[in-house]
Structure formats: structure tokens, C-alpha cells
T-cell receptor
Framework: QKEVEQNSGPLSVPEGAIASLNCTYS??????FFWYRQYSGKSPELIMS????GDKEDGRFTAQLNKASQYVSLLIRDSQPSDSATYLC??????????FGPGTRLSVLP | DVKVTQSSRYLVKRTGEKVFLECVQD?????MFWYRQDPGLGLRLIYF???????EKGDIPEGYSVSREKKERFSLILESASTNQTSMYLC??????????FGPGTRLTVL
């Protein structure tokens, strides 16, 4: 059973701080990794995708991938109350399917 | 921009009714997916399709069927709706190499 694990949270950070979200996966052949943000009652929206080891930055967001440790993370710098949401980690291997983690609920406190 | 649309945002049906949920994508994506999402259970894959007229069971296909007659359209069918099928239903599409893009979701209530 291919699994993606995340800490369910809630993770609370003060406004302006760095929020660090973590994800581990079990399938070593996983090739593609994605972070989605989901607001309550809404559908998931893509924030970042990452395919190779290292860091990938996009604005306030940085995705980090370590395939040897089977670990992917998302850093949110200068966190804003509008970042409060559930963050889903997703993993894709050579097949067509995506495996989603249960999500981490982030709360940014003003 | 990728656009995935779903036929209804909110739907209320009665037990035993046949329910159709429609999903359309405008990006010529090969793959389309149906998920349901329930509190504490995360996203669960019901069915997916990697080509027209092709379908594969996901993790929870029981009580559901699907149809993909055209590349852009993927339908989810509840043959006889039951109260335990009350949920948020999410459609998504993707190419063979890229990420999934989700529709806005349909919140289905079965009374």
C-alpha cells in the first residue's frame, strides 16, 4: 500500500513567521511531488510541484525534496492569515495515479 | 488557464435515486479522476480514466460507476443513492506527466 503521511495539525504560527509543513512517502519510485492548498469548503489548488532533489522557490513558498529520505516539505515565509488552510501533499509515480496525504491544517494567528 | 467544471455545486437527492455528476475539462487532458472527500478521511479515489471509454477502479468504487464517452467529459453515476454517499465529490484532470487540476466540487446530500 503506497502511503503519504503528514502531521494533521493544527499547526499554529504567528503572522510573519515561517510555517514548515512536512510529508513523507513510502513508494521509492515516486517521481513527482505536489503541494496543494485547500480552503474550507473549496477544492484543492496547486501551489508547488517539484521533481528533483533540492529546493524550489516560488514567491513566499519553497518546496524541498529529499528522495533518499523520502521526504518533501513546504516552507511558507512571512505567513499571512490568508495562508490559513489545509495543505495536501501528493505523490505520483510512473503510473497515472496520485496518492494524497491526509493534509495538515495550518492556522496563522494575527 | 486550466479549467475543470462540475455540473452542480450543491445537490440534494433522495435515497434510491439515480444521480449523475458531470465533469468537463477544457485542456485536452488524457486523465480524469473522481474523488470523494469526507472529514477525517481525506481524498479517496473512486474511479479514474486514462483515455476515452477507458476506466479503472480506484480505492472505493462500490456503489459508483463512470462513463467517459468524450475526452473532455467524465461522468460519475450513483446507481441508487444511499445516505452514506453524502459527501463532497471532486473531479480532477491531468496530462500523463503533469499535476492534477481540480474542479470546484459538488456537495451531495442524500436524504
Amino acid at each position: 500500500q503506497k502511503e503519504v503521511e503528514q502531521n494533521s495539525g493544527p499547526l499554529s504560527v504567528p503572522e510573519g513567521a515561517i510555517a514548515s509543513l512536512n510529508c513523507t512517502y513510502s513508494d521509492r519510485v515516486s517521481q513527482s511531488f505536489f503541494w496543494y492548498r485547500q480552503y474550507s469548503g473549496k477544492s484543492p489548488e496547486l501551489i508547488m510541484s517539484i521533481y528533483s532533489n533540492g529546493d524550489k522557490e516560488d514567491g513566499r513558498f519553497t518546496a524541498q525534496l529529499n528522495k533518499a529520505s523520502q521526504y518533501v516539505s513546504l516552507l511558507i515565509r512571512d505567513s499571512q492569515p490568508s495562508d490559513s488552510a489545509t495543505y495536501l501533499c501528493a505523490v505520483r509515480n510512473y503510473g497515472q495515479n496520485f496518492v494524497f496525504g491526509p493534509g495538515t491544517r495550518l492556522s496563522v494567528l494575527p | 488557464d486550466v479549467k475543470v467544471t462540475q455540473s452542480s455545486r450543491y445537490l440534494v437527492k433522495r435515497t434510491g435515486e439515480k444521480v449523475f455528476l458531470e465533469c468537463v475539462q477544457d485542456m485536452d487532458h488524457e486523465n480524469m479522476f473522481w474523488y470523494r472527500q469526507d472529514p477525517g478521511l481525506g481524498l479517496r479515489l473512486i474511479y479514474f480514466s486514462y483515455d476515452v471509454k477507458m476506466k479503472e477502479k480506484g480505492d472505493i468504487p462500490e456503489g459508483y460507476s463512470v462513463s467517459r464517452e468524450k475526452k473532455e467529459r467524465f461522468s460519475l453515476i450513483l446507481e441508487s443513492a444511499s445516505t452514506n454517499q453524502t459527501s463532497m465529490y471532486l473531479c480532477a484532470s491531468s496530462t500523463n506527466t503533469d499535476t492534477q487540476y481540480f474542479g470546484p466540487g459538488t456537495r451531495l446530500t442524500v436524504l
